[in-house]
């Protein structure tokens, strides 16, 4: 799976010798990387130059041509040979390579039933046909059905009820049209949310079935012209994928928490509660306007609309479906490639970077766009390596296994070796999917000032300018006032993560300070998991000259040498602070704007508003009154971020002196115990309990929403109370992060001092 | 024709003998009319009870069933018959009435042929058929075809080219997608402004063709259920409509200012500046759907894709289309009847209240059902005549014809009359349609307090509450803040007028204060100006009980009578003064707007943006480096608003004196020579040399936009000039604005003076 990332912005820090550095001697201006001293500087640069020299759009193509050549899910056969190519690519440039592998739940249909009982008949048909032209179209043998995983197994005939996106606001909605979904099947369009929401919320309000279909409006024929003609989703087009509940835990159902090797204890399939509680299947456009044809009840909201030519109806009427479906609950062996550079200096930290290799079917795009520019800054690593090239610390490359059902092969890995990645994980750098257009930076906030430095020394391959020139245009003209501020004052701000891709169990579970990147915007298209993202598709639709492919394994291949050999590691903590200090701000007016919105709504409600606008022949319910927020008590987090914002100041200052000069001697000192320290401080940002309702996700600046799945939710812990209403968890969570962050600021301050220590 | 009304509001001044006042006389509560002493507000409210207690439904339908009972357009026998008819009806009822006639340029169809000759050929059907069960749909012989009155001639074949609305702001997107229009024959789609609109801007730059279709979108089936099934626009359903440039003059284009009567002169059709230049026909979505889906080129711009099941392409490409349009360019005689109620007291003071009463074909809803209640409130006001009320002041009724092909009947009856209603109409109440909702309420701002106290004293049919309340509920709940604000405080804004029904030449030819009423809003429909506007529809899905008929009836008969009888006229210049209060701080805003607008733009022209963020794929061009806009001078404005407002508070006190006690003797003495000047007050907001480019639009206060046609321009003259930076224009047209309002201050405080020299 791959989600856009958006493109984000922010202020630089005033903070000098953790951003690149011009310095004048003897008339030359020469850049000065963060961290580094003038010397190793030089080097560095020169190394990366060379780097940057070795991608090449040829191999990324042929690449690409193999790794998609077959449906290569989870247990097929060219999943595995895949693995296998994988690796021998790495050992043959001389990377330290192995498989590991896990053993996992991954159900496969067995039996797949959905038809309309009445008023007229329709039995969906749950096929897409090969396309003429587009060879790999017809791997009908080797192709997964059209499925959700994890879908409960089940057979119902119930009443159809239209829920539009299918998220908690759609409810609310319903009710006011006096529309209940308990006992009905309901029809929900992909998008607006993780698709393990829609059956999630869909049973907590008792429905008994859900199907999700791919709207015409949103990713098919008003979008664009669809495939072949064009890049969008053909009418047969459907799109599979996972529906765990994700944002409870990713990864394998059965052993959460846990790697999935032999000797892990399993939980029952009763027992593991990531899996549906309801059937759920996605289906075409195709298939989904007989279904949407057949309902009656209250025309759809305006914004419930999509693309097809009918009237939407939400329904319940004479509309009735029968929908089966039976799965064969097995177990699956996932084959994760991880290929390592032992470091030079400092072999025990590690700079991680991973992509999948697994797919739904071919996955030209989703993700093998992606691994290919991973295979590229590995061949072009190991080159360098060859020529003579010794990285400080040790990076380890890996191709996972199973993404697409719920992040298994990373999350079973991380999980697997918890203990050593906490120990030894300096960064994470995640990519999935690759296509056309401006590089999306995303990612923890102590690296926002590094991964800005990489991109200015990106050339952007269709205008020429650099990656990051043509990211901050974009942030100019089409962001908000603040980001188009902030791009000015030139530091593009990175976008927080959520879920989505195999960041997850680094970044929210273990603490590693992560990075998902990759470009896109100039790339449209609609077979997002179906059969039709594959080589033929993307070599006409998408980054057909594969520049941009170059481009990638440019910047990931950059950012992974630059942080391998920084002699201090780069890490920006006012950027941090400054960061969550917006979050902070955030939280608190999403309070205050509850308390105005209730205040008036229940003023409405008083003097009657909703009665006397409700049409007679139409009628709708009024919203319930809502007891106005109690005031919170958010001093425990100010005070905090106080001392954040000192400690940073106080880092950079520390910095600043010990980068004067050459810094030669001061960064060497230096980066012996400090960078130990400092690889720790995206840990302290965490709490082993974890989040409410969900244990598993232990970082308390960076979650999935609990009901949107994929997008973020910053501050997740006083953020969902306060959205939840559980003002007194509001407060608890208030002060847990106000913990964190005093914690953090303690682990700054420290390294503060360290960092005076050593300058002479 | 008839345009939706959307709700306003207003907070009323504070001056209380204008607006009703609750009156504490031995305990008992008693409401004062507005302008009455209390003993003639006491039997003004019994003969409005009476008047109320007299409209039926049962009378609304059948005459809805005989007025619409065949297509009755301009020229057609049963237009006529209508009129007779209608005549026959105030006469019945003791009205002393006439048929006013006039001879106006109308033209027909001769010849009508669309047809896309390449990649693939399509001959448009340009047809509705009748349908099942809705028995005037078949009265094929009798129909006018579909097409827009004063098209020019033509025979074009072009290649096509989709402009969304067509308006101004649609060309300057197609300029930066790098599409010209000049040669080609443009597609619209109807909606966000008047039609004649569309053809005027496709030929200002360089159409030769113009088709106007109707997409499911706006009124099909995105957006409801289709006729007969429900009240949208089926597939083969085509608005007809006029498309002359009403902005610079309605009314006959050969006679503009003048009667047209035998004995005018007439403009030659090359003289007549209001036809359009080039050949315009308005289509089905059945017809557009092949047209639109043979043009290739970029894919249109979001927000300019509609409801049909193709990728929207903008052009141009293979895609040619053949236009063929001839017309009979005839005279036609319109039949206006006009009934007049002789006043008692001041017999030189007209009440005037219109409903047009020609069609497009059957015109159930448009005009027929607000025509209905026009015939229910005379028939009222005849028996309450009958039984001994005597209306102090004259009152006017006119059933207006030929208002479709562009307010003929009431334009040139009203330019017939021009020297008698400038000295005499008081107010002009306009109707045009009536639906299922909430009041809609537009007009002069010195009429918002007397009709928002009308609306108070109506019950809505549906809830049992009053009108009032209905309309503040919408705005509370569906208003901006500020209006919310407002309603709260209990006025509802008058909507300002712009055009499209026969308030124009009243209002802004004449300078006379007037209104515009109807209910509305929860009476979906997709019929307008085809020949599915019939009974069989209204009857199954607008009004079907004709309650809020009844209700119309209600309210502007209340409206007609209290204008008649009141001792003072209830004009109220605070509520002028507040409103155009706000309108000049708008026009100073638009200019500040303007200039940051443009300034940050050419900032990111000077920074490169538009270059870095265009895809090299599909260019984009960069809007054009705009000069910023220079400070003007709103001093005289500014200045003038303060007479305005000075004079405003010594009226309002003047007239708390007058109406101090029971007000018997002050009002007595002061209606005699006050009311006269009062009277004069809207045309003192006119100009004889008119708007810039338009001279027949003299009012300065409102009138249509130039570029939009139905939607109001306040400060017309101010507001255009800076939107067509014409910054001279701008300033010289503040100063004459400032002019008018001197002119009206004045008048105010000689008002206040006369009626302080009443006070005994």
């Known amino acids: 799976m791959r989600r856009a990332s958006r493109l984000g912005d922010w202020l630089w820090g005033t903070g000098l010798v953790l951003g690149v550095m011009t310095i004048t001697a003897a008339g030359d201006p020469e850049t000065r990387l963060a961290g580094y001293s003038a010397d190793a500087s030089r080097a560095e640069l020169e190394w990366e130059g060379k780097l940057r020299a070795i991608p090449s759009p040829d191999t990324l193509r042929e690449s690409m041509r193999r790794l998609s050549a077959r449906p290569h899910h989870v247990?097929?056969?060219?999943?595995?040979?895949?693995?296998?190519?994988?690796?021998?690519?790495?050992?043959?440039?001389?990377?330290?390579?192995?498989?590991?592998?896990?053993?996992?739940?991954?159900p496969t249909p067995k039996e797949r039933l959905l038809e309309l009982v009445g008023p007229v008949r329709y039995t969906a048909r749950l096929v897409e046909p090969p396309v003429r032209g587009d060879p790999t179209s017809s791997q009908k043998s080797e192709q997964l059905p059209s499925y959700n995983a994890y879908s409960a197994d089940g057979d119902v005939t119930a009443p159809l009820v239209y829920v539009n996106?299918?998220?908690?606001?759609?409810?609310?909605?319903?009710?006011?049209?006096?529309?209940?979904?308990?006992?009905?099947?309901?029809?929900?369009?992909y998008g607006h949310s993780w698709r393990g929401i829609k059956p999630k919320v869909a049973a907590e309000h008792g429905a008994v079935g859900c199907i999700i279909y791919s709207d015409p409006r949103d990713d098919g024929y008003a979008a664009g012209d669809v495939f072949p003609g064009g890049p969008f989703r053909p009418a047969d087009g459907v799109q599979r994928g996972s529906v765990q509940d994700m944002p409870s835990y990713p990864g394998d159902p059965l052993t959460p928490g846990k790697g999935a090797t032999p000797g892990t204890p399993r939980l029952s399939l009763a027992e593991a509660t990531t899996l549906t509680r309801i059937p759920v299947l996605p289906i075409s456009y195709r298939d989904a306007q007989p279904l949407l044809a057949a309902l009656t009840g209250p025309t759809a909201p305006?914004?419930?609309?999509?693309?097809?030519?009918?009237?939407?109806?939400?329904?319940?009427?004479?509309?009735?479906?029968?929908?089966?479906?039976?799965?064969n609950w097995d177990t699956h062996t996932l084959y994760d490639v991880i290929a390592t550079l032992k470091g030079n200096a400092a072999p025990d930290e590690w700079i991680v970077r991973g992509n999948h290799?697994?797919?739904?079917?071919?996955?030209?795009?989703?993700?093998?766009?992606?691994?290919?520019?991973?295979?590229?800054?590995?061949?072009?690593?190991?080159e360098l390596a060859r020529q003579g090239?010794?990285?400080?610390?040790?990076i380890v490359y890996a191709a996972w296994d199973g993404e697409e059902p719920g992040l298994l092969g990373s999350t079973e890995w991380a999980e697997a070796h918890e203990a050593e990645l906490q120990q030894k994980a300096v960064v994470y750098i995640?990519?999935?999917?690759?296509?056309?257009?401006?590089?999306?930076?995303?990612?923890?906030?102590?690296?926002?000032?590094?991964?800005?430095?990489?991109?200015?020394?990106?050339?952007?391959?269709?205008?020429?300018?650099?990656?990051?020139?043509?990211?901050?245009?974009?942030?100019?003209?089409?962001?908000?006032?603040e980001q188009r501020k902030s791009a000015r004052e030139s530091v593009l701000r990175l976008d927080p993560l959520g879920s989505g891709s195999d960041w997850s169990a680094f970044l929210q579970h273990l603490g590693v300070a992560s990075l998902s990147l990759g470009y896109g915007g100039e790339?449209?298209?609609g077979i997002y998991h179906s059969i039709y993202d594959d080589f033929y598709w993307y070599t006409h639709f998408s980054d057909t000259s594969f520049v941009y492919g170059k481009a990638l394994a440019q910047t990931v291949g950059t950012a992974v040498m630059r942080l391998a050999d920084a002699e201090l590691l780069p890490f920006d903590f006012t950027a941090l602070a400054d960061n969550i200090g917006s979050y902070s701000e955030e939280v608190q007016k999403l309070l205050t704007d509850r308390r105005t919105e209730y205040a008036e709504r229940n003023r409405q409600l008083d003097e009657g508003v909703f009665a006397a606008t409700s049409d007679p022949r139409r009628p709708t319910t009024a919203p319930p009154h809502e007891p106005e927020p109690p005031f919170l008590n958010f001093a425990p987090l100010m005070n905090a971020m106080d001392s954040l914002r000192h400690s940073a100041a106080r880092y950079d200052s520390a910095a600043t002196r010990a980068g004067a000069g050459d810094g030669a001697g001061n960064l060497k000192a230096a980066n012996a115990g400090l960078n130990a320290r400092l690889l720790q401080s995206e840990r302290r940002l965490t709490r082993p309990e974890g989040l409410p309702r969900r244990s598993w996700y232990r970082h308390l600046i960076y979650a999935p929403g609990y009901y949107t799945g994929y997008g973020v939710k910053t501050l997740p812990g006083v953020r969902e109370a306060i959205e939840q209403k559980d003002w007194h968890l509001a407060e608890t969570e208030i002060e847990r992060l106000a913990g964190v962050l005093c914690d953090e600021a303690a682990l700054i301050s420290q390294a503060a001092v360290e960092l005076n220590g050593v300058v002479k």
Chains 1, 2 share one sequence.
């Open 165 to 189: 996106y299918g998220v908690p606001a759609d409810y609310d909605e319903l009710d006011r049209l006096g529309v209940s979904v308990k006992g009905a099947i309901v029809i929900a369009r």
């Open 357 to 382: 290799h697994d797919a739904w079917v071919n996955g030209a795009e989703d993700p093998i766009s992606g691994q290919v520019a991973l295979l590229e800054e590995a061949r072009a690593l190991g």
């Open 75 to 106: 247990g097929s056969p060219y999943d595995r040979d895949n693995a296998e190519w994988l690796l021998a690519r790495f050992r043959a440039w001389g990377w330290d390579a192995r498989i590991e592998t896990f053993d996992v739940l991954f």
């Open 430 to 481: 995640n990519t999935d999917g690759n296509g056309r257009g401006f590089l999306g930076m995303g990612g923890s906030h102590t690296l926002e000032r590094f991964i800005n430095d990489v991109a200015r020394d990106i050339s952007d391959p269709e205008t020429g300018l650099s990656a990051w020139k043509r990211a901050q245009a974009s942030a100019i003209r089409f962001g908000t006032e």
């Open 523 to 525: 790339d449209d298209g």
């Open 389 to 394: 090239w010794k990285p400080r610390r040790t």
């Open 302 to 327: 305006e914004a419930w609309r999509g693309g097809l030519p009918i009237t939407y109806h939400v329904g319940p009427g004479e509309a009735r479906v029968h929908l089966r479906l039976k799965f």
